[in-house]
């Protein structure tokens, strides 16, 4: 059986009080509510993070995250954090490749190599996402794009810390937009994605990758999402806002 997931991206939300009350929510929702061996990410922006994994100890069933990690080990790269210190307060996941990042930082497959190696070095598990755009869905390149995106972006790896990694597919077209894939179109991907990894790594690997859907999920439309075979769970930005959104689309696993 793969781990399930619902992973919460903040993005750039929350004041550091904001986000502690969302957090503790979450938490007490979580306890309280969920049956199943599903986990909970939160990944919260870096000023959370130690707090965040303070109030998760305990609870396995939630765990914390951040959205970014340099690729260097450390240095003289002012107001950047490192992979290092991101393990160091306790998280154990960060988000990579993120398409905002992609889009507004510059973030390529080669510098998203460099981050996840340096992201694995220091223990986080990478949630490594990748995904089309509209105008490369509408030309039809939508399988070469993620084909590509896993071949430059995490196929140097080795079986081992390959095999550590989330891969979360968002199309670029339904992130923040409210436009959903349908179940059929993520299914689709996400079908393509284990296969392109069977080729490289295996299919017991394949088998074991967890591989996350993100692109305006909701608790309406995750049931219908996740009942997909090759949906392990989700990458959930505006509605990781709301506690109760949230905890309900994790609940989808119970
Ligand atoms: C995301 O940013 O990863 C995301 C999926 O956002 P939203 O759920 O708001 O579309």
Redesign the pocket.
């Known amino acids: 059986m793969r781990k399930k997931i619902v992973a919460g991206?903040w993005?750039m939300n929350m004041d550091y009080n904001e986000g502690l009350s969302l957090f503790s929510e979450v938490i007490n929702m979580v306890k309280d509510e969920v049956t199943g061996s599903q986990q909970a990410v939160v990944c919260s922006p870096f000023i959370h993070l130690h707090s965040l994994t303070h109030l998760a100890k305990g609870y396995a069933k939630v765990a914390v995250g951040a959205q970014n990690a340099h690729q260097a080990e450390s240095g003289a790269y002012t107001g950047e954090i490192s992979a290092r210190m991101i393990n160091s307060v306790g998280a154990e996941y960060v988000i990579l490749g993120?398409s905002?990042r992609r889009q507004y930082f510059g973030e390529d497959n080669a510098l998203l190599a460099k981050k996840t190696d340096t992201a694995l070095a220091n223990g986080l598990k990478p949630i490594f996402c990748i995904g089309e755009t509209l105008d490369e869905r509408n030309a039809e390149k939508h399988f070469d794009v993620i084909k590509s995106q896993l071949a430059e972006g995490v196929f140097h790896l080795d079986e081992a810390h390959f095999s550590k990694l989330v891969i979360a597919y968002?199309p670029v077209w339904?992130?923040?937009?409210g436009v959903t894939a349908s179940s059929a179109q993520a299914q689709e991907i996400h079908a393509f994605i284990r296969q392109e990894i069977a080729a490289k790594y295996g299919q017991p690997v394949a088998d074991g990758i967890t591989i996350l859907y993100?692109?305006?999920?909701n608790p309406k439309n995750a049931p219908e999402l996740f009942a997909q075979p090759d949906i392990d769970g989700g990458?959930?930005?505006?509605?990781s806002l709301k506690s109760r959104d949230f905890v309900d689309i994790v609940k989808v696993f119970n």
């Open positions: 991206n993005k993120h905002e968002e339904a992130i923040g937009t993100g692109g305006s999920c990458l959930i930005g505006g509605a």
